[in-house]
């Protein structure tokens, strides 16, 4: 009987029917961008200072500039860069007092610099940005500066969870079914947070929505690769996550035009609610309805394909399955990912590379949110090194393979850090460009991990594989924040030698992987074990078919 790979072969296996599911599957992956992201222009740390009473009178009275102004009543104000001190310290004087000197305020107040007391911001902060976002809402800098790490760590602690509790549902309940749910639960939880009031509930929605908003990305992915024919299905794959850079760059331009956070927020969740209509316009996927043995609502997904597509169905296809293997009838367990000695080095590089890929990626988009320059040019020039490295991918894996591009990936990522922190911040074009290099870099190590993961673990095992391996991913993100921002403020460039050292050391475990190029994907662990030392089986196997054919035929 046939499969629907068979079937796919007459019926298109990329044409019209697949073409408009996977446009509009790529919309929904372009939106995923201001939750995965989006910390960049929610959370912007403009330059601030503490505020102190009388400072405004003061400097009117005397008819300071606001530089004269600064230098006069901002502890350290005029050095190269702006320190701890004259962010969140203030001299402890009273600039209300009458007879302060214009010319020397703080010698008529009865000390200098380096004698005046310095105290906490106790009247809050002066920001310099015409917007708005959760670090001038509710003053996350200083002493409270680490509730931004927290509030990024929540998306990403809701990833981590939802990628496995989602993943149950898009199995249990159908892929269409996960998209629904999901995309309504993501439009709720990213109104909410329009209109909370208190930091507390904004991290508590934020977690909630990367809860459900992850798992419906994937929910997309795996629809997506599952309506195509075999040989599409990796160029779809690689796709998806381009649009995804294409959402990069139109959160970019949305960011530049709206500067209040909670507008922002709102504009980029609103399009969300028109994905409801997927219910409508999307079909289920048919390799998990014949997975449930609903081959008749299959069958008809299938005749809607051919009928869009302009082909015809042939009349001796009555019936489709999945071809069953030994493999299937084996059950997964988290024991056999490291019960063997090639599978137990396989399942813990793959996890330092998700957790790489997810802390390099993640890492250089908010390092350069604290950087100095044009936030929405630097942000722009990043995301647009996202196609080529796309392109690279497509034009090289099965040319030269996985392995040496991948390493070589991430290779340049960690230079391109290193080479970024050496770089004296006075020219800053080309910081840009080498952190653009690295973003190009590690953007492909990401894209390349997602499908390299599933060619090395065998049928029964290969979903469970991928789950945990990429669950290191999400611990990653949750890390990230913390690692970005707390080393910014003993070290501006100290987060990208951090991020050098995972990129190297990434590049080298890489290569100890067996390479999966014109392999056969393993059904069973012997499979696994055997990998490295394959030696161009399938070549040996057709071989074999034809001398078996020529002697039939005599």
Aim: aromatic share 14%; hydrophobic share 45%.
């Amino acid at each position: 009987m046939p499969t629907l790979d068979d079937i796919l072969e007459h019926v298109g296996e990329f044409d019209k029917f697949q073409k408009q599911t996977f446009f509009v599957l790529c919309l929904l992956s372009a939106a995923f961008t201001p939750v995965y992201v989006g910390v960049v222009f929610f959370g912007f740390i403009p330059e601030h200072r503490c505020f102190s009473p009388g400072v405004a009178e003061l400097s009117q009275h005397c008819g300071w500039s606001l530089e004269e102004q600064l230098n006069h009543t901002v502890p350290e104000w005029g050095g190269h860069e702006a320190s701890f001190s004259s962010r969140c310290r203030r001299y402890e004087v009273d600039w209300n007092t009458t007879g302060v000197s214009c010319t020397d305020p703080l010698g008529s107040l009865g000390g200098n610099r380096s004698t005046v007391p310095l105290g906490p911001c106790r009247h809050g902060w002066v920001y310099d940005s015409p917007g708005t976002s959760l670090v001038t809402e509710f003053n996350l800098v200083c002493e409270e500066s680490w509730k931004l790490d927290f509030f990024q760590s929540s998306v990403n602690a809701g990833f981590f969870v939802g990628s496995m509790n989602i993943g149950y549902i898009a199995d249990r309940f159908g892929r269409k079914f996960c998209l629904i749910t999901t995309i309504l639960a993501n439009v709720v939880f990213g109104v909410l947070l329009v209109f909370v009031p208190t930091y507390l509930w904004i991290v508590i929605i934020r977690f909630f929505q990367g809860l459900v908003s992850k798992g419906c990305w994937t929910a997309g992915y795996i629809l997506a690769t599952e309506v195509v024919g075999p040989k599409y299905r990796r160029t779809v794959g690689i796709l998806y996550q381009m649009a995804f850079s294409i959402g990069l760059l139109v959160f970019d331009a949305i960011a530049y035009a709206i500067s209040h956070w909670r507008w922002l927020q709102f504009t980029v969740t609103l399009p969300s609610s028109f994905f409801l209509l997927y219910y409508w316009c999307l079909p289920e996927s048919p390799r998990w309805l014949i997975s449930q043995g609903k081959n008749d609502k299959a069958m008809k997904i299938v005749n809607d394909m051919a009928k869009t597509n302009r082909k015809k169905m042939p009349s001796h296809f009555e019936d489709i399955k999945f071809e069953e293997d030994d493999g299937g009838k084996q059950s997964p367990s988290f024991f056999d990912l490291v019960r063997t000695p090639q599978m137990r080095k396989n399942t813990f590089i793959l996890m330092y590379n998700w957790f790489t890929s997810s802390v390099l990626y993640q890492g250089l988009i908010m390092h350069m949110g604290v950087a100095a320059g044009n936030m929405y040019l630097d942000f722009l020039y990043s995301a647009l090194v996202e196609f080529p490295a796309a392109f690279i991918i497509i034009n090289t894996i099965d040319r030269i393979g996985r392995r040496y591009p991948w390493a070589v990936a991430n290779m340049v990522a960690g230079i391109a850090c290193l080479v970024t922190a050496l770089i004296p911040e006075d020219v800053h074009w080309l910081k840009v460009i080498a952190a653009c290099i690295g973003r190009m870099g590690i953007t492909m190590a990401f894209e390349m991990v997602c499908f390299v993961n599933t060619e090395l673990y065998p049928t029964y095992i290969r979903n469970l594989g991928v789950m945990v391996c990429s669950s290191l991913c999400d611990v990653g993100g949750v890390i990230v924040p913390f690692v970005v921002y707390r080393l910014v403020e003993v070290w501006h460039d100290l987060p990208l030698i951090v991020f050098t050292a995972l990129g190297l050391i990434a590049g080298v475990l890489v290569l100890l992987l067996p390479e999966t190029k014109g392999r056969v994907l393993p059904e069973t662990v012997e499979d696994v074990e055997n990998f490295h030392r394959q030696s161009a089986p399938k070549v040996k196997k057709i071989y074999l078919h034809v001398q078996t054919s020529e002697r039939a035929d005599d």
